[in-house]
């Protein structure tokens, strides 16, 4: 379990962050015209890189966030991206996703990341019960990982115990709005979409490969 110190460094590492916008612009245009293919070449070429692979999920996902102000997408695009999965149809599908419509729900770093899991170890016929079961097993890890690490999946807590030492609520009125941005809230929510990304592709790759 990491310690409350190492999130609190890489918060302040967010927010003091050059982000190079360009490139991730050009990245995120690139799925959007050509689809998710894997980034490596094979599923044993992704377990011999496997700590590579994990710190450019959890980077990419922390960049995703910050261009998209979306936790949810910046998850899933993260996860999608590395492990060939889904299509941008589904990244539209994320938009109501971060903080379950911001009313104070689930962490978009949790959903869009469970969405990745779904696509990739579930299973495209509706009966395949075991196949849901294993789906679910999944979730139940990665929640479980996702708590011991940041302490809870709910966007308010994570606001109030983990970044910004309250709640934001950013969507309830102008003012939360303005307080939020100048709170440098897209930088220091990128935090939780690159831990839950990171948490999830490591499910994966203990997983023995996509279904």
């Given at each position: 379990?990491?310690?409350?110190?190492?999130?609190?460094?890489?918060?302040?590492?967010?927010?003091?962050?050059?982000?190079?916008?360009?490139?991730?612009?050009?990245?995120?245009?690139?799925?959007?015209?050509?689809?998710?293919?894997?980034?490596?070449?094979?599923?044993?070429?992704?377990?011999?890189?496997?700590?590579?692979?994990l710190?450019?999920?959890?980077?990419?996902?922390?960049e995703?966030?910050?261009?998209?102000?979306?936790?949810?997408?910046?998850?899933?695009?993260?996860?999608?991206?590395?492990?060939?999965?889904?299509?941008?149809?589904?990244?539209?599908?994320?938009?109501?996703?971060?903080?379950?419509?911001?009313?104070?729900?689930?962490?978009?770093?949790?959903?869009?990341?469970?969405?990745?899991l779904?696509l990739?170890?579930?299973?495209?016929?509706?009966?395949?019960?075991?196949?849901?079961?294993?789906?679910?097993?999944?979730?139940?890890?990665?929640?479980?990982?996702?708590?011991?690490?940041?302490?809870?999946?709910?966007?308010?807590?994570?606001?109030?115990?983990?970044?910004?030492?309250?709640?934001?609520?950013?969507?309830?009125?102008?003012?939360?709005?303005?307080a939020?941005?100048?709170?440098?809230?897209?930088?220091k929510?990128?935090?939780?979409?690159?831990?839950?990304?990171?948490?999830?592709?490591?499910?994966?790759?203990a997983?023995?490969?996509?279904?």
């Open positions: 379990m990491s310690s409350r110190t190492t999130w609190q460094k890489r918060i302040a590492d967010l927010t003091e962050r050059s982000w190079p916008v360009a490139d991730i612009r050009a990245r995120l245009q690139n799925l959007q015209q050509n689809g998710f293919g894997t980034e490596d070449s094979d599923w044993q070429a992704m377990q011999a890189n496997r700590e590579d692979v710190d450019r999920v959890q980077l990419r996902a922390e995703y966030e910050y261009m998209t102000h979306s936790c949810a997408k910046g998850s899933a695009l993260a996860l999608m991206q590395a492990f060939g999965l889904g299509n941008w149809t589904m990244i539209r599908a994320m938009s109501p996703f971060p903080g379950f419509g911001m009313t104070g729900g689930i962490c978009g770093g949790v959903t869009g990341s469970l969405v990745a779904g990739f170890i579930g299973s495209d016929d509706p009966e395949d019960y075991e196949g849901t079961g294993r789906t679910m097993t999944a979730a139940r890890e990665f929640i479980a990982r996702f708590k011991e690490e940041l302490g809870t999946i709910s966007c308010p807590e994570l606001q109030e115990d983990v970044i910004f030492g309250r709640y934001m609520d950013p969507r309830a009125s102008q003012e939360n709005f303005a939020f941005q100048k709170a440098q809230g897209y930088e929510c990128a935090l939780p979409p690159g831990v839950g990304a990171r948490l999830a592709a490591e499910v994966m790759l997983s023995g490969g996509p279904q």
